[in-house]
């Protein structure tokens, strides 16, 4: 099992940036994809961004496509999420995934963002 744990989230004004971190823990595979997802009261919740170990492979939402950029720190175990220009409707409570073959998948406790003037 992996452990997540995220922190960065928090209040900031549209136009905005915030940095989130997520720092994995337990047994991790060298091959894995590592994300985040975020939701909103009574709606699913929806892919942000992934990144894949192998090769660094990215992939985005269209809706953050331009603003927001994941990347990840190997030696570290973590993954981050730049997100910039930030608008009201990125509002959400963000979670960070791991997900391996032949692995559970894991979840973070998920850290608020709220972007509002």
């Known amino acids: 099992q992996v452990q997540l744990v995220e922190s960065g989230g928090g209040l900031v004004q549209p136009g905005g940036s915030l940095r989130l971190s997520c720092v994995a823990s337990?047994?991790?595979?060298?091959?894995?994809?590592m994300g985040w997802y975020r939701q909103v009261p009574g709606k699913q919740r929806e892919l942000v961004a992934t990144i894949f170990s192998g090769g660094g492979n990215t992939n985005y939402a269209d809706s953050v496509k331009g603003r927001f950029t994941i990347s990840s720190d190997r030696t570290k175990n973590t993954v981050y999420l730049q997100m910039n220009n930030l608008k009201p409707e990125d509002t959400a409570v963000y979670y960070c995934?791991?997900?391996?073959?032949?692995?559970?998948?894991?979840w973070g406790q998920g850290t608020q963002v709220t972007v509002s003037s």
């Open positions: 337990g047994n991790i595979f060298r091959l894995y994809t």
């Open positions: 995934t791991y997900m391996a073959p032949a692995q559970l998948s894991s």
